[in-house]
């Protein structure tokens, strides 16, 4: 068995994808997951499969779509994936709350940091696929919009890490 990280997209966020945890890990059981477990009400679910990621991801999807009535965007990644982005974020020394990884399917265009609108003194750094975003002064009043990251999700370092965590349990 494989230990997956399923990362959902735009669920309890600013009121829109309402998705109980609950829900969420019932849905991993019914599609064959095992220990299922959830991670704070923003989409977040940790579990063991012996299927492949497109599968997990295929299962998963299917189950989302038919629970929300519309598609829901699903992350997967591998403890493994995970912990080597973990790794791999450019902004050591920075507050872990203050640094997002968005997560995609597929590696971030080339023109990505061409393509940003209203950055201010938020840094960025591609990754295989994945987008390191430092928000200097923090999120709360930052504009800064990265069409790359539509279909992706975002997580902190704090969030990262305590999945990764859950997975190696």
């Not at 923090?138 to 279909?151: E, Y």
């Amino acid at each position: 068995m494989t230990p997956y990280i399923a990362l959902l997209r735009a669920v309890n966020v600013g009121g829109t994808g309402k998705l109980p945890m609950a829900d969420l890990r019932a849905m991993c059981g019914d599609a064959g997951f095992q220990r299922a477990r959830t991670y704070i009400a923003s989409g977040n679910a940790v579990f063991d499969s012996d299927r492949t990621p497109a599968q997990v991801k295929a299962a998963l999807e299917k189950r989302l779509a038919a629970y929300a009535g519309k598609p829901v965007g699903v992350i997967v990644r591998q403890r493994d994936e995970l912990a080597r982005v973990l790794a791999a974020q450019p902004f050591t020394g920075a507050a872990p709350n203050r640094v997002v990884v968005i997560f995609l399917d597929d590696p971030p265009p080339a023109n990505t940091l061409d393509t940003l609108r209203h950055q201010r003194d938020e840094r960025l750094v591609l990754g295989e696929r994945e987008i390191y975003v430092h928000y200097g002064d923090g999120m709360a009043d930052s504009r800064l919009v990265i069409p790359a990251a539509r279909l992706g999700t975002g997580r902190n370092l704090n969030t990262i890490a305590k999945l990764i965590e859950m997975a190696a349990a």
